[in-house]
Structures are given as C-alpha cells and as structure tokens.
C-alpha cells in the first residue's frame, strides 16, 4: 500500500535562513511526488512535482524538493525563507502501478513558521 | 484562482439532518476528487470520480455519497450527520489522460455540525 510520512508537524525557521520540511513515502512501483501548500481558510495550491528524470525539481514561490530514491524521500527546501512562506505544507504521493484510479495519499502536513 | 468552485462556502447544521455539497471541477478537467479535511484526521481523501463514473474510493463513510453528473460537475451527499463530520470538505479537478498530472483545489466548504 502506498503511504506518505511528514515526520514533523511543525516547524520552525528564521527569516532569511534556508528551509526544509521533510517528506518520506512508501509505494510498490515507482512514484509520482507532489508538494502542496495550503494558506489560512485556503484550499490546496500546487507547488511542484517529480515524474521522472532530474532529481532536483524547481516549482513555485522559490521552492524546490529533492527525489532521493535510495532513502525514499522528497524533501522541500528553499535556500531563504520569507515570512510569507508561513502556511501548511503537504506532500503526496502516487503509485504508478495502480493505473485504474489517479488516488494521491497524502501525508499529515508540515506547519512551517518564518519568525521574522 | 485555482478554475474548481464550491458552494456553499459556509455550511452550518443540526445533528440528523443531510447536507449537499457542489463541486465544479476546472474546465476540461474530467477527474473530480472529494478530500475531508479535519484537525484529528487531516486530509483525508473520500472518493473520486472520472467523467461521471466512480473511479476510486478511499475512507468514504456509509452515510456519504456522491455523484458527478453529465456536465462534469459533481455533489457530495452527507447524511444522518454527526458532531464529528464537522470538517472542511474540498474538491479537486485534474487533467485527463496523464497519470502524473495535479490536482487543482478547490476554496472548501466549511461544515460545521450542531
């Protein structure tokens, strides 16, 4: 069964100092991997995801994750964090042998908090 | 602006009663996805539909249904409602065809049960 782990429910980072939030997953095949961020009474934005290929993917707002499929991981960073990066982070995971249904697990979220 | 609407935006109700929820996906987006979202359960995925038939369930309780229609959109039933199905319920569209594209979400509605 495929599965999705934020070992961090919250966390904390200075403004101007880099970031990361951490993600590790579990699927049979091979995964697609997404990062979301939702914003206060928002719903869910898309930051940026791994299909293949390069193991460092860029997406929106400066951020970027890094695949890992030794470790299982695909960790969010960004190299200096703003105060307006303060949301909930959520990473996602699909299995790609399961080609009847597009179902994406995702993992508990990552409360990220820029003090200024 | 994500292009996924939901109405109501606010859902206030009495334990017992039954509620819809209405979800119009992106357009030409044919996959609709309903997701629970609590403070206990986090995002809880509930049921997923692909140009008007069910294409995959998750954790989708007895007393909840749903349905997506001709027209692409689609509706969340819930029924005999309890304290805890107090939640914000969200709707997501995707692309057809790719298996690695995103989801689109959208704004929420907030259920509060009494």
């Known amino acids: 069964a495929q599965s999705v782990a934020q070992p961090e429910d919250q966390v904390n980072v200075a403004e101007g100092n880099p970031l990361t939030v951490k993600c590790t997953y579990s699927?049979?095949?091979?995964?697609?991997l997404f990062w979301y961020v939702q914003y206060p009474n928002r719903g869910l934005q898309f930051l940026l995801k791994y299909i293949t290929g390069d193991n460092l993917v860029k997406g929106s707002y400066g951020f970027e994750a890094e695949f890992n499929k030794s470790q299982t991981s695909f960790h969010l960073k960004k190299p200096s964090a703003l105060v307006s990066d303060s949301a909930l982070y959520f990473c996602a995971v699909r299995d790609l042998r399961r080609n009847r249904d597009d179902k994406i697990i995702f993992g508990k979220g990552t409360r990220l908090h820029i003090l200024p | 602006d994500s292009g996924v609407t939901q109405t109501p935006k606010h859902l206030i109700t009495a334990t017992g009663q039954r509620v819809t929820l209405r979800c119009s996906p992106r357009?030409?987006?044919?996959?609709v996805y309903w997701y629970q979202q609590s403070l206990d359960q986090g995002l809880q995925f509930l049921i997923q539909y692909y140009n008007g038939e069910e294409r995959a369930k998750g954790n989708i309780l007895e007393r909840f249904s749903a349905q997506q229609f001709p027209d692409l959109h689609s509706e969340l039933n819930l029924s005999s409602l309890e304290l805890g199905d107090s939640a914000l319920y969200f709707c997501?569209?995707?692309?057809?065809?790719?298996?690695?594209?995103?989801?689109?979400f959208g704004p929420g509605t907030r259920l509060t049960v009494l």
């Open positions: 997501a569209s995707s692309e057809p065809g790719t298996s690695g594209t995103e989801q689109f």
């Open positions: 357009s030409g987006d044919l996959s």
């Open positions: 699927v049979s095949g091979n995964p697609y």
